[in-house]
């Protein structure tokens, strides 16, 4: 159980094009979903965490027209990276709860999306 | 600012060995602590979590908290080659984020 998928796993897109990228929660319902980004031989850096039926709350420092968040259902949330630049290469990650898991707030971790824009 | 501190590493250690893994965290009103592991690029999978005091183990791993300390480890028993991977230390501060440490890489020597 609590299996996240990510779709796709790896984009190559022209700079100033955007790209989407889809969460879903293949086995559960998930009313919340995280979005990470990690560069390089760094940690996770949480961007945003995804609500299903409002508005995406933002952490500091990460643009909210740049990187809009949709969570339409309880099992897919939608990251877009607009006018994408070669320093948004990185590599996106979507996290969520299971609140069946028996734990708390533990997350489980799509495969991630490599994206490179040049 | 609440933070996680971890020695990045790399750590290695001989095959068969124990594996220790330490994390630090800032804020005294962390509630969970969770490990993960990452191998190179994947992304990070669960292996435990934690919330009281002491020890818990599953399989290889146990996970040792000391909030006193502001403290947690992973030890990993019997390692294996397939071990070898970054470890990410996250903890929640009471609600439903996680704030991750910047990994420990650690190379399991056959």
């Known amino acids: 159980g609590a299996v996240v998928s990510q779709h796709p796993s790896r984009v190559i897109c022209k700079s100033g094009t955007s790209v989407k990228i889809e969460c879903r929660s293949l086995?559960?319902?998930?009313?919340?979903m995280f979005w990470y980004r990690q560069f390089p031989k760094q940690s996770l850096m949480l961007m945003a965490t995804s609500n299903e039926g409002s508005k995406a709350t933002y952490e500091q420092g990460v643009e909210k027209d740049k990187f809009l968040i949709n969570h339409a259902s309880l099992t897919l949330s939608t990251l877009t990276v607009t006018s994408a630049h070669p320093e948004d290469s990185s590599f996106y990650i979507c996290s969520a709860r299971d609140p069946t898991s028996g734990g708390d707030n533990e997350q489980f971790f799509g495969p991630g999306t490599r994206l490179t824009v040049l | 600012q609440k933070e996680v501190e971890q020695n990045s590493g790399p750590l290695s250690v001989p095959e068969g060995a124990i594996a220790s893994l330490n994390c630090t965290y800032s804020d005294r009103g962390s509630q969970s602590f969770f490990w993960y592991r990452q191998y190179s690029g994947k992304s990070p999978e669960l292996i435990m979590f934690?919330?009281?005091?002491g020890d818990k183990e599953d399989g290889r791993f146990t996970a040792q908290l000391n909030k006193a300390s502001q403290y947690v480890s992973l030890l990993i028993r019997d390692s294996q080659p397939s071990d070898s991977a970054t470890y990410l230390c996250a903890v929640s501060f009471g609600n439903e984020k996680l704030t991750f440490g910047t990994g420990t890489r650690l190379t399991i020597i056959p």
């Open positions: 086995d559960f319902q998930a009313t919340t």
């Open positions: 934690i919330y009281s005091n």
